[in-house]
């Protein structure tokens, strides 16, 4: 982890490359019109990134969630108006362990858990319910769902072209559309448990896609608030050499150091623990981090001609997104509250692969 | 700026159970107050931990010591701390003069101390601080003036924790004037605090404890078989000490102890706001160990991560202070020093630290200013 093999660093330079291709102000401007960057993602399909993490025997590229995580993260430094995470960390491992070969389109993955019913009518099995923001779902072919079935939860592929669609969005203009499904046939589905998924560790998946989504954002904003400070004079110097300022971008630098660690401790690892104290982590860090490169930016901060918006509307909305730091820690707190002094000492210094 | 994440090796792991083994039994019965690194001093206690080789753990086996990495140091010392070991006696030696002898001193002072601070025989305290020189510390003004085989030191420091029960003080002076860099002409000397021209008097903590001292040297003898490293070389020194003193986990376990107490008296039937509490702090501690590993995995692998420890310490002070008021929000206790309450004896403990916690080994505004040069570089 600590060293990038050859392979990692190919791969994130890939990334790296085709996001600043389809990075500019005008391709962005247009993705948030459109919704995403379709140019993008089909770039990322060609160069086989949306399928990192996946076995090639299960329909993926091969690769290793860490690698699949790694870009995760610099979809977030790039903003990328594309649904990298849900597909990487979310949708396309939970469809490979429940035997479906992911689609080469973009994947919406149900961000709630049990508000769809699967029956079984006339031989084939139905689907009904009512999802509200599920991303990217207007672009998607498939929706991933973990649902409620007749003996217990089933992981479930739902095809969107027989579904209602309203469009909803989130501050960045990411789509976060309501769906809604009436006797929808899909495929037999896959009980929760072959799936290796409950609905706890589904939210726990896309917790740990923002935490790094953020992560790489927050990253970015560090790189646009120290290029600001250095350029910007007032009073006669750069306002980078105020004391004042220093320190603004000091705590800054303390929540991207935080937010990395916490969602690159959980990347590396197993521990629904730690997933979930990085979204804490990183939903902190996030709000404390776009205040702040938002106080160094001045006025110009606050308009959509700086760059910074781009980043931090995304902050804000990603840390609410797969529950917020109050109902991850609430959670984390309650066991907390149960196992007591020695179950706490266990968390804080557990090594990743060490399971409870 | 990058914090590489790693873990535990298995050895490493071993290391930490056996040290929670170790302590569960030597604790076992004790009415442990806090979590401080200067909260109990207990000679025989470093004693039997050094007969586990659990102090001085990077002292070169031909020392005395097991060779071992800042990793394994991190490992005993979170494991100490969070137990609230009673530490203080071999603290400071452990922690940074070894180190610093390791690094500068002539090899007749690693075989005279090194195998000492090994076995916790020989203690030491730290002489920076003045009356006149805080953050600013290249102003100090303890001089020492050449004498025959040896240097003789006027002056006056202060914060000295302990110097009324260890041996040493490494002690930092001014060898030759202040001229146009001020870093330069400054010493580093291991002054035996029971020798002569020597005055320690008491300064008294906000509670009522004697844990600082101001320390008066007149025309006190250092010979100099005692300068450690270059004369006129001490800041350097100094500075390099200072990195030792960072971002370890004495710079966010300080109010652990009171954190427990808290999850003990309150974590059951909790409220929501408690429950958040509790679920936000520990993932502060979680990722703060993290941090702090990290650092420590970097100085084993040969980097000085400066900044990188500055960051850390400034993360892990604010958050200890942090700790402690959220706690005090939510329990709503008076506090009070002699309660039979514990939760509420320790949150009396921790409060009248707190300020402290912000200022010892480099203050808030000092530790934002070294990270933000290294980011706005």
């Given at each position: 982890m600590n060293t990038l093999t050859e392979i990692d660093r190919l791969l994130v330079d890939t990334a790296l490359r085709l996001c600043a291709d389809h990075g500019s102000r005008e391709a962005l401007e247009a993705a948030e019109a459109a919704g995403w960057s379709e140019q993008l993602w089909n770039a990322l399909v060609e160069s086989g990134l949306t399928r990192v993490g996946i076995s090639e025997a299960e329909g993926g590229s091969g690769g290793t969630a860490a690698q699949a995580a790694e870009l995760v993260r610099i979809s977030g430094y790039a903003?990328?108006?594309?649904?990298?995470?849900?597909?990487?960390?979310?949708?396309?491992?939970?469809?490979?362990?429940?035997?479906?070969?992911?689609?080469?389109?973009?994947?919406?993955?149900?961000?709630?858990?049990?508000?769809?019913?699967?029956?079984?009518?006339?031989?084939?099995?139905?689907?009904?319910?009512?999802?509200?923001?599920?991303?990217?779902?207007?672009?998607?072919?498939?929706?991933?769902?973990?649902?409620?079935?007749?003996?217990?939860?089933?992981?479930?592929?739902?095809?969107?072209?027989?579904?209602?669609?309203?469009?909803?969005?989130?501050?960045?203009?990411?789509?976060?559309?309501?769906?809604?499904?009436?006797?929808?046939?899909?495929?037999?589905?896959?009980?929760?448990?072959?799936?290796?998924?409950?609905?706890?560790?589904?939210?726990?998946?896309?917790?740990?896609?923002?935490?790094?989504?953020?992560?790489?954002?927050?990253?970015?904003?560090?790189?646009?608030?120290?290029?600001?400070?250095?350029?910007?004079?007032?009073?006669?110097?750069?306002?980078?050499?105020?004391?004042?300022?220093?320190?603004?971008?000091?705590?800054?630098?303390?929540?991207?150091?935080?937010?990395?660690?916490?969602?690159?401790?959980?990347?590396?690892?197993?521990?629904?623990?730690?997933?979930?104290?990085a979204k804490i982590i990183a939903g902190e860090a996030a709000t404390k981090g776009a205040a702040l490169a938002h106080q160094v930016h001045g006025a110009m901060g606050t308009t959509r001609e700086c760059d910074l918006q781009w980043f931090t509307r995304r902050l804000w909305s990603w840390r609410d997104e797969f529950g917020s730091e109050t109902e991850w820690a609430r959670a984390l707190g309650a066991e907390l509250g149960r196992g007591g002094a020695g179950r706490l000492w266990e968390v804080v210094t557990a090594t990743p692969e060490e399971q409870r | 700026m990058r914090f590489p994440p790693t873990t535990l090796t298995l050895p490493e792991r071993r290391l930490r159970d056996d040290v929670r083994g170790f302590l569960a039994a030597e604790l076992a019965g004790r009415d442990i107050v806090g979590s401080d690194m200067s909260g109990g001093r207990d000679p025989e206690f470093s004693r039997r931990l050094a007969a586990k080789g659990w102090v001085g753990m990077s002292i070169p086996a031909e020392y005395g010591g097991r060779g071992g990495t800042a990793v394994e140091r991190f490992v005993v010392v979170a494991e100490l701390l969070s137990a609230g070991a009673p530490v203080a006696a071999h603290w400071v030696g452990d922690r940074q003069t070894a180190p610093t002898i390791l690094a500068f001193g002539t090899e007749e002072q690693k075989r005279r101390f090194l195998p000492l601070i090994a076995r916790a025989e020989c203690t030491f305290c730290i002489g920076m601080s003045e009356p006149d020189s805080g953050s600013d510390l290249a102003s100090v003004r303890t001089a020492g003036v050449r004498d025959d085989g040896g240097w003789r030191v006027s002056g006056t420091k202060v914060w000295t924790s302990g110097a009324h029960q260890q041996d040493y003080a490494l002690t930092l002076v001014r060898t030759s004037p202040s001229g146009q860099d001020r870093h330069a002409g400054l010493s580093q000397f291991l002054i035996d605090l029971r020798g002569p021209g020597i005055t320690i008097s008491p300064i008294i903590s906000l509670d009522g404890t004697h844990h600082f001292n101001e320390v008066v040297f007149d025309d006190v003898f250092v010979p100099d078989e005692l300068v450690l490293g270059d004369v006129g070389g001490g800041w350097h020194q100094v500075t390099s000490e200072l990195a030792y003193e960072r971002s370890g986990p004495d710079r966010w376990l300080s109010t652990y102890g009171l954190f427990r107490s808290f999850l003990d008296a309150y974590g059951e039937h909790a409220s929501d706001s408690v429950r958040d509490a509790l679920g936000r702090i520990t993932a502060r501690y979680r990722t703060l160990h993290n941090l702090s590993l990290s650092v420590a995995r970097m100085i084993d692998g040969g980097s000085a991560p400066v900044a990188e420890a500055a960051l850390v310490k400034d993360l892990g002070t604010t958050f200890e202070k942090e700790v402690a008021e959220t706690v005090r929000s939510l329990a709503g206790v008076a506090p009070d020093p002699d309660a039979a309450d514990r939760f509420s004896r320790e949150l009396a403990a921790a409060t009248l630290m707190l300020p402290g916690l912000t200022i010892r080994g480099g203050t808030t505004e000092i530790l934002r200013s070294v990270a933000a040069r290294e980011l706005i570089r």
């Open positions: 903003a990328a108006p594309v649904p990298l995470a849900e597909s990487l960390l979310v949708g396309g491992p939970i469809l490979a362990a429940a035997g479906i070969s992911p689609p080469d389109g973009p994947l919406a993955v149900a961000p709630e858990t049990g508000r769809l019913t699967v029956a079984r009518r006339d031989g084939c099995w139905t689907v009904s319910g009512r999802i509200a923001a599920v991303p990217w779902a207007r672009m998607a072919e498939l929706m991933v769902a973990l649902a409620s079935g007749e003996t217990g939860p089933v992981v479930v592929a739902v095809p969107l072209a027989d579904a209602g669609i309203v469009p909803g969005r989130n501050y960045a203009g990411e789509p976060r559309d309501t769906v809604t499904v009436s006797g929808v046939v899909v495929a037999a589905p896959t009980p929760a448990a072959d799936a290796g998924v409950d609905a706890t560790t589904w939210r726990l998946r896309g917790a740990l896609a923002r935490s790094l989504q953020i992560a790489g954002a927050l990253e970015r904003v560090l790189e646009l608030t120290v290029r600001h400070a250095k350029e910007r004079e007032q009073f006669g110097r750069p306002i980078a050499r105020f004391q004042a300022v220093g320190h603004m971008i000091a705590l800054l630098g303390e929540a991207v150091a935080q937010a990395r660690m916490a969602a690159e401790t959980a990347a590396a690892g197993a521990r629904p623990d730690d997933a979930a104290i | -």
